[in-house]
T-cell receptor
């Protein structure tokens, strides 16, 4: 069974630009969550999508947004990039039911803002 | 406020020695608990999880963890460490039935040959 696939693996953007990151979950998984990992703040929850609906949201500004498609693939978008947005962005895939909430992570997208 | 504390930022052990990584959590109700491992430049791999039931849980790679409600702890243990265990370890907590994980700051493990 293929794991969680995130594309691209590495990205360099200029301050003020916007960026879109993609995540393909494990087949059969309907929940996709996104996390930001930085040396200073650690791992922080961005949002979770289930059946194309945002089910939970972290404390990030509105510049961070996401969506999920009918095939469960998800994208996250960051607009008006700031230097502080440089981070490893991790996507996690889960079945989505309430009884078994283990999440399986992709290898991440390393975003560098210059 | 909900939080996870991993008191040890760095731990160094010799290969073959036993290992215990500490994790304490602050949560309103009994949470779901997880341990993940991350190698440099990689994503997170799930080692084990606790939802309910037996408080001693077994995971992959020979790891186990014990949930102690009275101490709000979920410490990770391994009887004999291998050089390939060198990585960063994260403890995480989530409200039962949700996918919003709160992670600890991580413990970086170094293994001496």
């Amino acid at each position: 069974k293929a794991g969680v696939t995130q594309t691209p693996r590495y990205l360099i953007k200029t301050r003020g630009q916007q960026v879109t990151l993609s995540c393909s979950p494990i087949s059969g998984h309907r929940s996709v969550s996104w996390y930001q990992q930085t040396p200073g703040q650690g791992l922080q929850f961005l949002f979770e999508y289930f059946s194309e609906t945002q089910r939970n949201k972290g404390n990030f500004p509105g510049r961070f947004s996401g969506r999920q498609f009918s095939n469960s693939r998800s994208e996250m978008n960051v607009s008006t990039l700031e230097l502080g947005d440089s981070a490893l962005y991790l996507c996690a895939s889960s079945l989505g039911n309430r009884r078994n909430t283990e999440a399986f992570f992709g290898q991440g997208t390393r975003l560098t803002v210059v | 406020a909900q939080s996870v504390t991993q008191p040890d930022i760095h731990i160094t052990v010799s290969e073959g020695a036993s290992l215990e990584l500490r994790c304490n959590y602050s949560y309103g109700a009994t949470p779901y608990l997880f341990w993940y491992v991350q190698s440099p430049g990689q994503g997170l791999q799930l080692l084990l999880k606790y939802f309910s039931g037996d408080t001693l849980v077994q995971g992959i790679k020979g790891f186990e963890a014990e949930f102690k409600r009275s101490q709000s702890s979920f410490n990770l243990r391994k009887p004999s460490v291998h050089w390939s265990d060198a990585a960063e370890y994260f403890c995480a907590v989530a409200a039962a039935g949700t996918y919003k994980y709160i992670f600890g700051t991580g413990t970086r493990l170094k293994v001496l040959a």
